[in-house]
């Protein structure tokens, strides 16, 4: 039997998903579901068993229901720029693949939101709302990607300085739960106004940050924002991490731009060194870029004079080692035009190994950067790898994004290897600065849990247990259930 013809699971099961969907978009295929096995990280492939594209949630539902009779497990999946192996099976089952389900169903531009399906990629909404002169939180990741997924997951986009990650924009969800019912979550679960999760219990936490284990959101409340005409992108570079960290602390005091970012040497470089290879000595280990919207010139101008407030301030009073760097006009537009191909493309910061990519992404306090950065580079460079970092303030100084890019070569066991060991290290090393990953893979969260407060764990699995009684969603994610 050729691999194109080779089957998995039951018949029983394809022919009843068949029925729900009809048979173009349902297979039990392997050349159909290889695709669904594999992700640019180390994960180790694992097949599903089936794939469907649902169009509706009647049709979900369906799904859900049989998945609970024949105790198959259920994985969402979005886009295909998975990262973690978040959409790859632990255990077989069905890919719930949602390209069919990419509807705008609404904008709002007096309330100013927008609801969409969970298909709807960066790049369709993005051209949707630019059309009515607004915009959303568009992540510095490739254009095609689903906004549903990242927002639900706690991604971060271009206004995450001015606003926090992309989570604290929803406002409102409708949820297929693991038992086949539907809830709505909000003001919607009211009216047909999706304007806010507020004031009412926080039930939109059952299903935030979850990575599809406690239900599937099929229609999402996101504010929008009117596009501002007016931008700029402000740089400077550092000789150290005490330095730029001490800069973007000064500067997210004031809470005036919408992206505070900055990039280690080795990340600057695309592709990203690979193996590790010495910084030029004369060349900073920092590059910052802020970016800044206005009304008007009067406004940017304004936020210029604060920006080098700012700046002074770190270099008089912390000791800051900064240096003036301008940003190249290109990259700039990038940042200010997203979503973009400019910068939307991590396979680019991989090209130099053979395709493999992965990262420990953080939420981390901005004062313990230092510390952890410190820690980090040592990890990396002992692996052989480049400590390509990038670091990101969230809506003021509390806390922001601390990742490191790693790059590696997925033909050769050694280069996995060693990947999987600096970035376990880094996360390790981590949790004493006050560490969390975001949308972390299994690896991260069994070792996360070993030292967990066991309330938390708890309440995590009883949560898990309730609402998915069969344990049939995305079994496995959470390093608990």
Same mark, same amino acid.
């Given at each position: 039997?050729?691999?194109?013809?080779?089957?998995?699971?039951?018949?029983?099961?394809y022919n009843k998903l068949k029925e729900?969907?009809?048979?173009?978009?349902?297979?039990?295929?392997?050349s159909d579901l290889f695709h669904y096995?594999?992700?640019?990280?180390?994960?180790?492939?694992?097949?599903?068993?089936?794939?469907?594209?649902?169009?509706?949630?009647?049709?979900?539902?369906?799904?859900?229901?049989?998945?609970?009779?024949?105790?198959?497990?259920?994985?969402?999946?979005?886009?295909?720029?998975?990262?973690?192996?978040?959409?790859?099976?632990?255990?077989?089952?069905?890919?719930?693949?949602?390209?069919?389900?990419?509807?705008?169903?609404?904008?709002?531009?007096?309330?100013?939101?927008?609801?969409?399906?969970?298909?709807?990629?960066?790049?369709?909404?993005?051209?949707?709302?630019?059309?009515?002169?607004?915009?959303?939180?568009?992540?510095?990741?490739?254009?095609?990607?689903?906004?549903?997924?990242?927002?639900?997951?706690?991604?971060?986009?271009?206004?995450?300085?001015?606003?926090?990650?992309?989570?604290?924009?929803?406002?409102?969800?409708?949820?297929?739960?693991?038992?086949?019912?539907?809830?709505?979550?909000?003001?919607?679960?009211? &009216?047909?106004?999706?304007? !806010?999760?507020?004031?009412?219990?926080?039930?939109? =936490?059952?299903? %935030?940050? *979850?990575? $599809? @284990?406690?239900?599937?959101?099929?229609?999402?409340?996101?504010?929008?924002?009117?596009?501002?005409?007016?931008?700029?992108?402000?740089?400077?570079?550092?000789?150290?991490?005490?330095?730029?960290?001490?800069?973007?602390?000064?500067?997210?005091?004031?809470?005036?731009?919408?992206?505070?970012?900055?990039?280690?040497?080795?990340?600057?470089?695309?592709?990203?060194?690979?193996?590790?290879?010495?910084?030029?000595?004369?060349?900073?280990?920092?590059?910052?870029?802020?970016?800044?919207?206005?009304?008007?010139?009067?406004?940017?101008?304004?936020?210029?004079?604060?920006?080098?407030?700012?700046?002074?301030?770190?270099?008089?009073?912390?000791?800051?080692?900064?240096?003036?760097?301008?940003?190249?006009?290109?990259?700039?537009?990038?940042?200010?035009?997203?979503? &973009?191909?400019?910068?939307? !493309?991590?396979?680019?910061?991989?090209?130099?190994? =053979?395709?493999? %990519?992965? *990262?420990? $992404? @953080?939420?981390?306090?901005?004062?313990?950067?230092?510390?952890?950065?410190?820690?980090?580079?040592?990890?990396?460079?002992?692996?052989?790898?480049?400590?390509?970092?990038?670091?990101?303030?969230?809506?003021?100084?509390?806390?922001?994004?601390?990742?490191?890019?790693?790059?590696?070569?997925?033909?050769?066991?050694?280069?996995?290897?060693?990947?999987?060991?600096?970035?376990?290290?880094?996360?390790?090393?981590?949790?004493?600065?006050?560490?969390?990953?975001?949308?972390?893979?299994?690896?991260?969260?069994?070792?996360?849990?070993?030292?967990?407060?066991?309330?938390?764990?708890?309440?995590?699995?009883?949560?898990?247990?309730?609402?998915?009684?069969?344990?049939?969603?995305?079994?496995?994610?959470?390093?608990?259930?």
């Amino acid at each position: 039997m050729s691999d194109a013809i080779k089957k998995r699971g039951s018949d029983e099961i394809y022919n009843k998903l068949k029925e729900i969907v009809g048979e173009e978009y349902c297979s039990n295929k392997e050349s159909d579901l290889f695709h669904y096995s594999i992700d640019l990280t180390w994960y180790t492939p694992s097949m599903p068993d089936y794939v469907v594209a649902p169009l509706d949630v009647s049709e979900i539902q369906k799904i859900v229901r049989l998945a609970n009779l024949t105790h198959t497990p259920i994985i969402p999946y979005c886009t295909g720029t998975n990262i973690g192996g978040l959409c790859i099976p632990e255990e077989g089952g069905i890919i719930l693949d949602f390209r069919r389900m990419n509807r705008i169903i609404r904008i709002d531009t007096e309330t100013e939101y927008t609801i969409i399906e969970p298909g709807v990629t960066h790049a369709q909404l993005s051209a949707a709302l630019k059309e009515v002169g607004f915009e959303s939180s568009w992540g510095v990741h490739p254009a095609p990607t689903s906004h549903l997924a990242m927002t639900v997951n706690h991604g971060i986009g271009h206004l995450s300085g001015r606003f926090g990650v992309n989570s604290q924009f929803i406002s409102g969800m409708e949820v297929v739960l693991p038992t086949g019912e539907v809830a709505k979550i909000g003001s919607c679960a009211y &009216s047909d106004s999706w304007h !806010s999760l507020y004031p009412l219990p926080m039930l939109s =936490g059952l299903f %935030i940050g *979850w990575l $599809g @284990t406690t239900g599937i959101v099929t229609k999402l409340g996101i504010w929008i924002h009117k596009i501002r005409p007016f931008n700029d992108v402000y740089s400077i570079a550092a000789e150290d991490m005490e330095s730029i960290s001490s800069y973007m602390k000064r500067w997210s005091d004031y809470q005036l731009c919408d992206d505070n970012t900055a990039v280690s040497w080795w990340l600057a470089q695309i592709p990203i060194p690979y193996p590790y290879i010495e910084k030029p000595k004369d060349d900073p280990e920092w590059f910052a870029y802020t970016v800044v919207t206005g009304w008007s010139e009067d406004e940017i101008s304004f936020k210029r004079k604060i920006w080098e407030k700012s700046r002074d301030t770190a270099i008089k009073e912390d000791n800051a080692k900064l240096v003036d760097f301008e940003y190249p006009s290109e990259a700039k537009r990038g940042r200010t035009e997203l979503p &973009s191909r400019i910068v939307g !493309s991590t396979k680019n910061y991989a090209k130099s190994c =053979g395709g493999g %990519i992965a *990262w420990p $992404g @953080t939420f981390t306090p901005l004062k313990n950067w230092p510390m952890l950065y410190k820690e980090w580079k040592k990890i990396y460079i002992k692996h052989n790898l480049s400590p390509a970092v990038r670091v990101t303030n969230y809506w003021g100084p509390h806390y922001g994004m601390f990742r490191a890019m790693t790059p590696f070569d997925k033909r050769d066991p050694n280069s996995v290897n060693k990947a999987k060991a600096a970035m376990s290290e880094a996360i390790k090393v981590g949790q004493k600065y006050g560490m969390i990953p975001y949308k972390p893979p299994v690896d991260y969260w069994n070792i996360l849990n070993e030292h967990a407060d066991q309330g938390w764990i708890m309440l995590l699995t009883r949560v898990k247990d309730m609402l998915d009684p069969n344990h049939i969603m995305n079994p496995g994610k959470l390093g608990v259930r």
